[in-house]
């Protein structure tokens, strides 16, 4: 993640991706300071001790948080 932060910063994409513990917490984290939105991507619901797919949503990105709440979460 850390090569991609120019393209984080201009494009705040979507992000679909898988990630484990012990570096999980450490890209959470990562995303978080960006101003992401991190939710379990399997439950559709905040991240928790089950999750390994994730989606991180970021609300200056291309849809607005309305449109990803409607789409994603619902």
Known sequence: ???AERTLH???PILIFESFPPNQEKV????????Y???DADRLCHVN??????I???P???ISNE???KCILQ
């Open 1 to 3: 993640l850390h090569g």
């Open 10 to 12: 201009q494009q705040s």
């Open 28 to 35: 959470i984290t990562f995303l978080a300071k960006k101003g």
């Open 37 to 39: 939105q991190i939710y």
């Open 49 to 54: 001790q089950k999750t390994n797919n994730l």
């Open 56 to 58: 991180a949503f970021h």
């Open 60 to 62: 200056s990105g291309s």
């Open 67 to 69: 449109t990803f709440s």
